[in-house]
């Protein structure tokens, strides 16, 4: 089988074409591959499909082999693979993930995509819709009790669902700690992704994420489109600030007017191989 190792912001994937290739077990696949001693090594394996709906459909699943229904490190990396190797032309381009259809807009350089815009959608924040096991017609700034301590927790859903952690400094913390026990916790009944928040002013937040299924990875996009709305609707931001992570940086907008948010950010191809693990 023929893969491409992508990424966006350090936050990588196996990415198959399967016009191409087909895989009969997407999850288990997805575990074998992203093993980092094992396999090929990944936050996870994303094929693009064919779509009825959309120009191309990603199907993605995490390193545990959990499904996805939106990655946004994952998306702007599908757009440079189609554009790169020839399956479109057009400088826009609309992706099936989850259900749902996005928007992205292609910036192209010496012929080959350096960065993609994405429209993620607009915030969702009723806690049934995200979803969180709480009444009321949000939840924001809420104290959640974690590993015997309270913190403010404000949770939304980008395409799936993020919780929020506001934090004085993101250097110190312990995520292995922390992350599980956020990811699993009673409130959040399809697990949670959670990130952890350092406001450096009000036109950049500093990020690091526990993704449910993966673990911390470098980046995340839909986890930096919810810190930022988040930050946005508790007035710690501006309604477009950039994301500085530890594989690289976003940039976030929130159109209110559209209610809107939007993604801007770099996708890179690592390699190209073939592979007889699947």
Not at 48 to 75: E, L, V, W
Request: with cysteine; net charge negative; glycine share 10%.
């Amino acid at each position: 089988m023929k893969f491409t190792k992508m990424h966006g912001c350090g936050n990588d994937y196996i990415y198959v074409d399967c016009f191409q290739e087909k895989i009969e077990d997407r999850p288990a696949a997805a575990v074998k591959l992203s093993d980092r001693h094992f396999g090929i090594g990944g936050d996870g394996l994303i094929c693009i499909c064919p779509s009825d709906r959309a120009d191309f459909k990603m199907d993605m699943y995490n390193a545990d082999g959990s499904y996805s229904q939106m990655c946004g490190n994952g998306i702007r990396c599908v757009a440079k693979y189609v554009y790169d190797r020839g399956l479109t032309d057009k400088m826009q381009i609309t992706v099936e993930t989850g259900g749902e259809i996005k928007t992205l807009w292609l910036q192209v350089e010496k012929g080959k995509v350096a960065t993609v815009r994405v429209c993620m959608g607009a915030p969702e924040f009723r806690p049934e819709k995200i979803p969180v096991a709480a009444s009321g017609e949000n939840f924001i700034l809420q104290p959640v009790e974690v590993l015997g301590r309270k913190w403010l927790v404000t949770c939304l859903s980008v395409g799936n669902p993020h919780a929020v952690v506001f934090v004085d400094h993101v250097a110190g913390l312990d995520l292995p700690t922390l992350g599980p026990a956020f990811e699993n916790h009673p409130l959040f009944p399809e697990r949670i992704n959670t990130e952890f928040v350092e406001v450096v002013d009000r036109g950049t937040l500093k990020m690091r994420v526990w993704e449910r299924g993966s673990g911390e990875t470098l980046a995340c996009g839909t986890g930096s489109t919810a810190s930022l709305a988040a930050a946005a609707v508790t007035g710690k931001s501006n309604d477009s600030a950039r994301l500085l992570l530890l594989g690289g940086e976003l940039t976030i907008q929130w159109d209110r007017q559209e209610n809107l948010l939007y993604m801007t950010g770099p996708a890179e191809t690592v390699f190209d191989g073939e592979t007889d693990l699947i």
